[in-house]
């Protein structure tokens, strides 16, 4: 990690944020690197998951919001699971990346543009239409299907519905995402 | 015999990438007289993307389902999908809070109560239908098959929330299969992330973390490995050759629902099974089996003469 300036960029409204939405008590984390030793995805991060915990205890909103981490957490829940203080990491972890996502960071696009996809079928059409998704994604990152060598093999098989399955009540989808972009999220 | 009704919520991933787990669970359950009722005109939970942007959103779409559930009257909805069961389930734990609940319903038609349980398939066939009537429906024991059981990552976790079986070692699929005479080896990695839904985005991650476990089970001398999770299936299965490369090993490891494993041993008809759907076909592995059965019948037979 960088070196940073605890005491000129300590925002406590942050470290208040992350609690309040988390319902989690942040200062209990003592450091014991449970959640990291745990964690599959530490290889890929650029700030493993005790650091994150520590950045928000030191209220350091920019360094943790911008971190390619947050994208990377597969939510898979063993941090949680492992850490000694009973602390939900991997819930402060998805409120880190819904504030990250309000502010505009996203430095793992293209998973950022693949779960937007994957919700943009669930409001178009009320449950995944995988076809669909997957042209929209390559659509957006401009990537040729970076699985073209998976074609030969799944398009045989007809898994892949060419047709979505719409859901028939389509305006309640809607509605759901509507009244939520209305209350001030941030799709 | 008395049987079992629950709710079903088969998942957007069963009506495509996962058809065989839709298609085998809806077999077996019918086998052992559990009858499923789809939830009416059920939509996505929003999976691991909905979450990520706001948990009343995400718990909202899931919420939209159970209140059509809790309109049929029915107090449990079942899931095949570790995705869609932790959704399921996480939106009942915080609608448990009333002010959570008022957010997620102003976001919906019709208001959601809270109180119908989710629970997965492999929960409600390990502790409603249970063991013994497991192994007293088997037609055709998988003797001689070694299985690598691997559950993912969420099926148990949190324990708070999941509420079943154990959080580091499970053991409801391994007994399962046990009952069904499959032969289940030690599979120490049965937890790990297999790599999510990353694998458009970031096939990198994906190809190691699933080349470790198809490692492990390799070296566990796994004819197969029976999985619970469309996501999983989907990494170790039709991802397998992405792995390879990136470990520099080949792999042939047929990596099943243990779902299909279940049907074949109590006898389903192949085509619920769904077989054919599986990348890296199981044909061999259970050919190996059906030799080692007519070989040990006539080491029998031998020692009886
Ligand atoms: S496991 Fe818990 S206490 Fe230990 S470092 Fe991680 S968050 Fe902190
Ligand atoms: S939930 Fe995220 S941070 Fe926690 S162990 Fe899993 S991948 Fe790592």
Known sequence: ?187 | MRGHSFAYYPGCSGLGTSMEYDSSTRAVCKALFVELHDVPDWSCCGSSPAHTVDHVLSAALSARNLAKVESTGRETVITPCPSCLTNLRTAGHRMEKPEFRARVNSLLDTPCKGDVQAKSVLQILFEDVGLEMIAASVQKPLKGLKVAPYYGCIMNRPPEIMQFDDHENPMAMDRILAALGAEVVPFPLKVECCGASYGVARKDVVARLSSRLLDTAVSLGADVMATACPLCQMNLDLRQEQASQHSGRAYSMPVLYFTQLMGMALGVAEAELGFDKLCVSPARAFEAMAASTVANKQTERGSRV
Request: proline share 4%.
């Open chain 1, 1 to 187: 990690m960088d070196g940073v300036n605890m005491s000129a960029s300590f925002d406590a409204d942050f470290v208040a944020q992350v609690q309040a939405a988390s319902e989690q008590n942040l200062a209990l984390c003592y450091q014991c690197g449970n959640c990291t030793a745990g964690c599959p995805y530490t290889f890929a991060y650029d700030i493993p998951v005790n650091q994150i915990m520590r950045l928000v205890q030191a209220g350091q909103k920019h360094k943790t919001l911008t971190c390619k981490s947050l994208w990377l957490c597969a939510t898979c829940e063993s941090c949680t699971t492992r850490c000694p203080n009973d602390i939900d990491v991997a819930r402060i972890m998805d409120v880190l990346r819904h504030m990250a996502r309000c502010e505009g960071h996203a430095p793992e696009r293209a998973v950022k543009v693949f779960w937007d996809s994957f919700l943009e079928s669930v409001r178009k059409h009320g449950r995944v239409f995988e076809a669909g998704l997957l042209a929209k994604y390559v659509a957006r990152t401009g990537r040729v299907w970076t699985d073209f060598d998976l074609a030969p093999r799944i398009i045989p098989k007809g898994k892949l519905a060419l047709k979505p399955h719409p859901v028939k009540g389509l305006q309640e989808m809607e509605k759901i995402f509507k009244r939520f972009e209305e209350q001030g999220g941030c799709l």
